[in-house]
């Protein structure tokens, strides 16, 4: 069996530094970039942990005591801040869009492979300047909304740093969202169309449609911020004849969108993990795909539903209502597709499928408080309550967490060439599960019954739940130990993987494991049915082979 | 077997939405219902309640469901039916959310409008943003005694006509506390009074930040702006004491910016307005005969 | 139904020099120009919108509502109007191999452009409202001053394609993506300036 180098090697990867340097370094390879993305978010990840456990603390007693209540508003700025933007963002569409895209279009590296070294090391200072300003000069206290004139007259230098932070990651995104449009659009493998791609390069497309179109005009509003900040024009402050409430127009406009970039990589990476595990195709390609745009569509045009108090006069409100409303459609064909595609399965109840699964529920539970908040008469009772807390950790964490959390399972193998270890994965769903649901579960309540959110002392009649909510907020940071442990152990001594111990079909899959720097020792496959699953008998036994001899033996 | 699974099918449904309408008949999760628009909201809760949970529980159950029942047995390393789609299912499961949906935006926009939610507010530009259609409220006019009317931005406007018993009174939310101006007897308080089934017509201000005027027994909010000032209608109905929050973070002390409202018995809100007049004022307040 | 339709065949048969082609490098910088900018018209659209908010709810304090001078701004429109058609000219040179002549219109393209930022200060210096003043004047500088930053980086872009084409060769008929970036964002500076000249004078 000979094996075919590619006729021709454009990249200069010979000019990379070779071993683990590489992933300190300025690296053009998109595997290692996509890697650089996650762990770094995953750093962040601990680091807005650790300030929700801050959080959780001082709401352990109804009075303000564990810290000042400056800095609450400190620490619960950074918590929004860091999970969102250096966390869940990058780590959904940095980490797992740069690792995987490429293999899904048959490609050998992204469009632009130096834009997106450029995003990622964007990435690190961004962050580093955010948590700096806390020890600093103080960090911003005005929340992850910036609301003005709030933000005008908290201290300038905290809320400055946090513009350019923000700045500079929402820069990143743009960059990465042109680099994905230009890789699924351009760099597709000769012969491969746009309906046979795998789920996720569709869930990516739509995001960096998001992106492109929703970021600017967030970075364009923060200018205008910080000229108020700086330069004491009048934009956003009433004492000057400006109008507080044109920026959270422009700000939610940016900010809705951001939730379905939040969730929508993350439906990608569960329409890959279900088919794998299932052994089943995905069902309903062609309305997923359809459901996504539309979802990219309606989610430019509901902003106005984070406003419901905000002095918008009632045809707004009506009209936001309903279009908000009207995301549940799509979304909804989404999940049904989902469970369709586990019925009749052969299911294997692994980490990654568990992760999966408690996403599904997490997010069928988050979206129909979503569509009650979508509603103006119930939403004024409960705007900027617990419970808004509760319905967007339900889908950040529940959904998207989860999702991640799971995908790292799936492709761990494909990363390292080593399995995760199965019972500690469970015990990390485990423990997770359970304290996910004790933390958040019991703030809908709280939001009903008149806790509002953003403070630190409160009615003392909501003292036990809040407890209760902060053991489960203990449980999840234990349970990030077992997970760690787990991919360090994992990583150096796990049970070798092989090639394809999925025996999946998407083209990942189908090279080595960690794949070779140009994805492919010889051309690219061209995989038409990424979900071909469930073939009758008499074709390929897909039980025996691993990708790898598949193509190297043409079959 | 069709038939049997199909009245399984049946039965299930059934039991899941019978227990939906229990849910949403029997679990009470919110405080106490002390204004008119209590139970309207309610209402809409029950609703909202009952339809999700049989959503989540048909959702949740269908999932474990397969779980279990597709669950991979020790050794079979088969894959499972190649089913891709289904056009009439996928059509039923779009067209369902979608029905749902629509019902859900009717209602509750019925909801809002038994709240007074879309009565025009006292601004002649109350429409901006939707051109041309800049039109008058005159029934506004002869509630308020002042002759320049600061234009309304935004909140629940007050039902036309002149019905006598309406109270107006003026909030002003600073960092950090809200102070109530009764321009019935020109002076201020930092708690707000009112009487039972009186409308109340809050005008709000904000001098600094931005608050909000929350009371969750009257399931009311409305954000309290600088320079836009918005309007609060309601009629409170259960006496007794409920306590007004902030839920606008407005700075270090968002927190304990709260205050209380009293909702009087009639004659108890006529006395505690008597002995709140200045005292030069004669006590011919036309507001008097409830 | 089969799964995987083609699964290249190793072995240096013809069809494996079809399917290298996938490693062919194809040239997707003006797509990723075009998208970028796309995202940049998108920060406009935020101003713009913000504008047109706050002239429809917020009214200026007495004496705040200027009639602006329109004669230079028109003048200027014309400048920049003129210098997206030199443009097109320099590129048309530039394909039909007449370098020289494509450095003269990149030159007058460049020299138009210095001229309206010229033209924008001069502006600038006479209008009787500052950055702060009110809302208008902060709504006015701001878009303007952002599209004139952009002018500035489109007049860099091409004084530095300029510079870059003395070079004979350096750029040919067929490749010579530096020109033709700097001519897509020059229009898109150009087509913006319309807007924001339609929504700050004449509306
Ligand atoms: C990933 C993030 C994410 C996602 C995906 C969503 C999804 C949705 N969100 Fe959420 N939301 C947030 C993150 C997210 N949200 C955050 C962070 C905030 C707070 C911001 C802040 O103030 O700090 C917020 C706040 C927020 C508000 C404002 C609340 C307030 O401040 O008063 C509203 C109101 O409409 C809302 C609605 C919705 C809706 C309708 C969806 C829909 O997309 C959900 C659709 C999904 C489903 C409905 C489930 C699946 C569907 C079916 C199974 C079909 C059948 C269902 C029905 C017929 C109902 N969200
Ligand atoms: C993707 C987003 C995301 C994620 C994952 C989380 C995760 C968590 N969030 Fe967060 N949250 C937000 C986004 C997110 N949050 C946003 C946007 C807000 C609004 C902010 C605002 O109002 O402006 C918010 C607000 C918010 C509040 C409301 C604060 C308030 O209004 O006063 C609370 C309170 O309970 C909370 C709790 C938690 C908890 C317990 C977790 C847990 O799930 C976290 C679990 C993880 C860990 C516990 C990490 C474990 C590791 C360690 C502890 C190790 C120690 C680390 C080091 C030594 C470096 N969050
Ligand atoms: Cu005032 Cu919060
Ligand atoms: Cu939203």
Same mark, same amino acid.
Request: glycine share 10%; charged share 10%.
């Given at each position: 069996?000979?094996?075919?180098?590619?006729?021709?090697?454009?990249?200069?990867?010979?000019?990379?530094?070779?071993?683990?340097?590489?992933?300190?370094?300025?690296?053009?390879?998109?595997?290692?970039?996509?890697?650089?993305?996650?762990?770094?978010?995953?750093?962040?990840?601990?680091?807005?942990?650790?300030?929700?456990?801050?959080?959780?603390?001082?709401?352990?007693?109804?009075?303000?005591?564990?810290?000042?209540?400056?800095?609450?508003?400190?620490?619960?700025?950074?918590?929004?801040?860091?999970?969102?933007?250096?966390?869940?963002?990058?780590?959904?569409?940095?980490?797992?869009?740069?690792?995987?895209?490429?293999?899904?279009?048959?490609?050998?590296?992204?469009?632009?492979?130096?834009?997106?070294?450029?995003?990622?090391?964007?990435?690190?200072?961004?962050?580093?300047?955010?948590?700096?300003?806390?020890?600093?000069?103080?960090?911003?206290?005005?929340?992850?909304?910036?609301?003005?004139?709030?933000?005008?007259?908290?201290?300038?230098?905290?809320?400055?740093?946090?513009?350019?932070?923000?700045?500079?990651?929402?820069?990143?995104?743009?960059?990465?969202?042109?680099?994905?449009?230009?890789?699924?659009?351009?760099?597709?493998?000769?012969?491969?169309?746009?309906?046979?791609?795998?789920?996720?390069?569709?869930?990516?497309?739509?995001?960096?449609?998001?992106?492109?179109?929703?970021?600017?005009?967030?970075?364009?509003?923060?200018? =205008?911020? *910080?000229?108020?900040? !700086?330069? &004491?024009?009048? @934009?956003?402050?009433?004492?000057?004849?400006?109008? %507080?409430? #044109?920026?959270?127009?422009?700000?939610?406009?940016?900010?809705?969108?951001?939730?379905?970039?939040?969730?929508?990589?993350?439906?990608?990476?569960?329409?890959?993990?279900?088919?794998?595990?299932?052994?089943?195709?995905?069902?309903?390609?062609?309305?997923?795909?359809?459901?996504?745009?539309?979802?990219?569509?309606?989610?430019?045009?509901?902003?106005?539903?984070?406003?419901?108090?905000?002095?918008?006069?009632?045809?707004?409100?009506?009209?936001?209502?309903?279009?908000?409303?009207?995301?549940?459609?799509?979304?909804?064909?989404?999940?049904?597709?989902?469970?369709?595609?586990?019925?009749?399965?052969?299911?294997?109840?692994?980490?990654?499928? =568990?992760? *999966?699964?408690?996403? !599904?529920? &997490?997010?069928? @539970?988050?979206?129909?408080?979503?569509?009650?908040? %979508?509603? #103006?008469?119930?939403?004024?009772?409960?705007?900027?309550?617990?419970?808004?807390?509760?319905?967007?950790?339900?889908?950040?964490?529940?959904?998207?967490?989860?999702?991640?959390?799971?995908?790292?399972?799936?492709?761990?193998?494909?990363?390292?060439?080593?399995?995760?270890?199965?019972?500690?994965?469970?015990?990390?769903?485990?423990?997770?599960?359970?304290?996910?649901?004790?933390?958040?579960?019991?703030?809908?309540?709280?939001?009903?019954?008149?806790?509002?959110?953003?403070?630190?002392?409160?009615?003392?009649?909501?003292?036990?739940?809040?407890?209760?909510?902060?053991?489960?907020?203990?449980?999840?940071?234990?349970?990030?130990?077992?997970? =760690?442990?787990?991919?360090?152990?994992?990583?150096?001594?796990?049970?070798?993987?092989?090639?394809?111990?999925?025996? %999946?079909?998407?083209?990942?899959?189908?090279?080595?494991?960690?794949?070779?720097?140009?994805?492919?020792?010889?051309?690219?496959?061209?995989?038409?049915?990424?979900?071909?699953?469930?073939?009758?008998?008499?074709?390929?036994?897909?039980?025996?082979?691993?990708?790898?001899?598949?193509?190297?033996?043409?079959? | 077997?069709?038939?049997?699974?199909?009245?399984?099918?049946?039965?299930?449904?059934?039991?899941?939405?019978?227990?939906?309408?229990?849910?949403?008949?029997?679990?009470?999760?919110?405080?106490?219902?002390?204004?008119?628009?209590?139970?309207?909201?309610?209402?809409?809760?029950?609703?909202?309640?009952?339809?999700?949970?049989?959503?989540?529980?048909?959702?949740?159950?269908?999932?474990?469901?397969?779980?279990?029942?597709?669950?991979?047995?020790?050794?079979?390393?088969?894959?499972?039916?190649?089913?891709?789609?289904?056009?009439?299912?996928?059509?039923?499961?779009?067209?369902?959310?979608?029905?749902?949906?629509?019902?859900?935006?009717?209602?509750?926009?019925?909801?809002?409008?038994?709240?007074?939610?879309?009565?025009?507010?006292?601004?002649?530009?109350?429409?901006?943003?939707?051109?041309?259609?800049?039109?008058?409220?005159?029934?506004?006019?002869?509630?308020?005694?002042?002759?320049?009317?600061?234009?309304?931005?935004?909140?629940?406007?007050?039902?036309?006509?002149?019905?006598?018993?309406?109270?107006?009174?003026?909030?002003?939310?600073?960092?950090?506390?809200?102070?109530?101006?009764?321009?019935?007897?020109?002076?201020?308080?930092?708690?707000?009074?009112?009487?039972?089934?009186?409308?109340?017509?809050?005008?709000?201000?904000?001098?600094?930040?931005?608050?909000?005027?929350?009371?969750?027994?009257?399931?009311?909010?409305?954000?309290?702006?600088?320079?836009?000032?918005?309007?609060?209608?309601?009629?409170?109905?259960?006496?007794?004491?409920?306590?007004?929050?902030?839920?606008?973070?407005?700075?270090?002390?968002?927190?304990?910016?709260?205050?209380?409202?009293?909702?009087?018995?009639?004659?108890?809100?006529?006395?505690?307005?008597?002995?709140?007049?200045?005292?030069?004022?004669?006590?011919?307040?036309?507001?008097?005969?409830? | 139904?089969?799964?995987?339709?083609?699964?290249?065949?190793?072995?240096?048969?013809?069809?494996?020099?079809?399917?290298?082609?996938?490693?062919?490098?194809?040239?997707?910088?003006?797509?990723?120009?075009?998208?970028?900018?796309?995202?940049?018209?998108?920060?406009?659209?935020?101003?713009?919108?913000?504008?047109?908010?706050?002239?429809?709810?917020?009214?200026?304090?007495?004496?705040?509502?200027?009639?602006?001078?329109?004669?230079?701004?028109?003048?200027?429109?014309?400048?920049?109007?003129?210098?997206?058609?030199?443009?097109?000219?320099?590129?048309?040179?530039?394909?039909?191999?007449?370098?020289?002549?494509?450095?003269?219109?990149?030159?007058?393209?460049?020299?138009?452009?210095?001229?309206?930022?010229?033209?924008?200060?001069?502006?600038?210096?006479?209008?009787?409202?500052?950055?702060?003043?009110?809302?208008?004047?902060?709504?006015?500088?701001?878009?303007?001053?952002?599209?004139?930053?952009?002018?500035?980086?489109?007049?860099?872009?091409?004084?530095?394609?300029?510079?870059?084409?003395?070079?004979?060769?350096?750029?040919?008929?067929?490749?010579?993506?530096?020109?033709?970036?700097?001519?897509?964002?020059?229009?898109?500076?150009?087509?913006?300036?319309?807007?924001?000249?339609?929504?700050?004078?004449?509306?």
């Amino acid at each position: 069996m000979t094996l075919s180098l590619p006729p021709q090697t454009s990249h200069p990867s010979n000019l990379q530094p070779e071993g683990w340097l590489r992933y300190l370094s300025f690296s053009l390879d998109h595997k290692v970039i996509g890697l650089q993305y996650l762990v770094t978010a995953f750093f962040f990840y601990l680091v807005g942990g650790a300030l929700a456990g801050m959080i959780r603390v001082e709401l352990l007693s109804p009075i303000s005591d564990f810290m000042p209540r400056e800095t609450y508003n400190e620490v619960l700025t950074l918590h929004g801040t860091v999970m969102i933007f250096l966390w869940i963002v990058p780590v959904v569409n940095g980490g797992f869009g740069n690792y995987l895209i490429p293999f899904y279009v048959g490609a050998r590296d992204m469009a632009f492979p130096r834009l997106n070294a450029v995003a990622f090391w964007l990435i690190p200072p961004a962050g580093f300047l955010l948590i700096a300003s806390y020890f600093i000069a103080g960090a911003a206290q005005s929340g992850w909304t910036a609301y003005p004139p709030l933000s005008l007259t908290t201290p300038a230098a905290g809320q400055v740093v946090w513009i350019l932070s923000v700045l500079l990651l929402g820069g990143s995104s743009i960059f990465g969202g042109i680099n994905f449009i230009a890789t699924v659009l351009k760099m597709r493998r000769p012969g491969l169309g746009m309906m046979q791609l795998p789920m996720y390069c569709w869930a990516m497309l739509g995001t960096s449609i998001l992106v492109v179109l929703a970021t600017p005009v967030l970075a364009g509003t923060l200018v =205008l911020l *910080s000229f108020d900040i !700086i330069a &004491h024009t009048g @934009f956003f402050n009433p004492a000057l004849g400006g109008n %507080a409430v #044109v920026y959270q127009h422009l700000f939610w406009f940016y900010s809705h969108p951001a939730v379905y970039i939040m969730v929508l990589p993350a439906f990608g990476l569960v329409s890959e993990i279900l088919p794998v595990h299932a052994r089943k195709p995905l069902f309903g390609y062609t309305t997923m795909v359809y459901s996504i745009l539309g979802i990219v569509f309606l989610g430019l045009i509901v902003w106005a539903h984070h406003m419901f108090t905000s002095a918008t006069p009632p045809w707004m409100r009506l009209f936001f209502t309903i279009a908000t409303a009207f995301i549940a459609v799509p979304t909804g064909i989404k999940f049904f597709n989902w469970l369709a595609t586990l019925w009749g399965g052969k299911i294997a109840l692994n980490s990654a499928m =568990l992760f *999966s699964c408690a996403f !599904i529920v &997490h997010f069928v @539970f988050g979206g129909i408080t979503g569509v009650a908040l %979508a509603q #103006v008469p119930f939403d004024i009772h409960v705007h900027d309550t617990y419970f808004v807390v509760g319905h967007f950790h339900y889908i950040v964490y529940g959904g998207t967490v989860f999702v991640v959390f799971g995908s790292i399972y799936h492709w761990f193998p494909k990363f390292t060439g080593r399995m995760l270890n199965e019972p500690l994965g469970r015990l990390h769903f485990l423990l997770t599960f359970i304290g996910f649901n004790l933390c958040f579960a019991p703030q809908h309540w709280l939001g009903l019954n008149g806790m509002p959110r953003r403070v630190a002392e409160y009615d003392p009649q909501f003292t036990l739940l809040n407890q209760l909510s902060s053991v489960g907020a203990l449980l999840m940071a234990i349970s990030t130990l077992p997970f =760690l442990v787990n991919v360090v152990w994992s990583a150096l001594a796990g049970q070798v993987a092989g090639d394809n111990p999925w025996n %999946a079909l998407t083209p990942e899959w189908l090279t080595s494991s960690p794949p070779p720097v140009e994805n492919w020792k010889g051309p690219a496959p061209l995989v038409t049915h990424p979900y071909g699953y469930g073939v009758p008998e008499g074709q390929i036994d897909l039980k025996a082979v691993s990708g790898l001899e598949i193509w190297s033996e043409g079959r | 077997m069709p038939i049997p699974s199909a009245i399984v099918t049946l039965v299930l449904g059934m039991i899941l939405v019978l227990s939906g309408l229990w849910v949403g008949q029997n679990v009470n999760l919110l405080p106490a219902a002390a204004s008119t628009n209590a139970p309207l909201y309610d209402e809409l809760f029950a609703v909202l309640f009952t339809i999700g949970t049989i959503l989540f529980l048909g959702i949740v159950g269908l999932l474990i469901f397969s779980l279990v029942r597709f669950r991979r047995r020790d050794g079979d390393l088969g894959d499972g039916v190649a089913v891709e789609g289904n056009l009439q299912l996928e059509i039923f499961w779009t067209a369902i959310p979608a029905i749902v949906v629509l019902f859900v935006g009717i209602y509750s926009y019925d909801i809002y409008d038994r709240m007074g939610g879309m009565i025009p507010l006292a601004d002649p530009h109350a429409m901006h943003g939707s051109m041309g259609s800049a039109v008058m409220p005159a029934s506004v006019e002869e509630l308020v005694t002042q002759d320049v009317e600061p234009r309304l931005w935004g909140g629940i406007g007050s039902p036309g006509g002149t019905e006598a018993g309406l109270l107006p009174v003026e909030v002003t939310a600073l960092q950090f506390a809200f102070l109530f101006h009764y321009p019935e007897g020109d002076f201020t308080s930092g708690e707000l009074h009112v009487k039972a089934g009186q409308t109340v017509e809050l005008r709000m201000e904000a001098r600094d930040v931005i608050h909000a005027f929350w009371v969750p027994q009257f399931r009311l909010k409305q954000d309290v702006i600088p320079g836009q000032p918005t309007v609060l209608t309601f009629t409170p109905t259960l006496p007794g004491q409920y306590p007004i929050i902030c839920a606008e973070l407005c700075g270090p002390y968002h927190g304990g910016m709260r205050s209380t409202v009293v909702v009087h018995e009639p004659e108890a809100f006529d006395s505690w307005l008597a002995s709140n007049r200045p005292a030069t004022l004669a006590l011919t307040a036309p507001l008097a005969t409830g | 139904m089969t799964i995987l339709t083609s699964i290249p065949d190793p072995s240096p048969t013809p069809e494996a020099g079809a399917l290298a082609a996938d490693t062919e490098h194809v040239d997707l910088r003006m797509f990723g120009l075009a998208t970028f900018l796309v995202a940049d018209g998108m920060t406009f659209a935020g101003f713009f919108a913000a504008y047109l908010t706050f002239r429809a709810v917020n009214p200026l304090p007495p004496g705040a509502v200027y009639e602006l001078e329109l004669i230079l701004p028109t003048l200027n429109t014309a400048l920049l109007v003129a210098s997206s058609f030199t443009f097109h000219r320099a590129a048309k040179e530039l394909k039909q191999s007449r370098n020289g002549a494509c450095r003269l219109w990149l030159l007058i393209t460049a020299s138009l452009g210095v001229a309206f930022l010229a033209g924008q200060m001069v502006e600038y210096f006479s209008l009787p409202f500052g950055l702060t003043d009110n809302l208008f004047a902060s709504t006015f500088y701001a878009l303007t001053g952002f599209h004139g930053l952009h002018v500035c980086l489109g007049d860099l872009m091409i004084l530095i394609v300029w510079w870059q084409a003395r070079v004979p060769g350096r750029f040919t008929p067929e490749h010579h993506f530096g020109v033709e970036a700097a001519e897509l964002y020059w229009h898109f500076v150009d087509g913006i300036w319309l807007i924001l000249f339609g929504i700050l004078y004449l509306l």
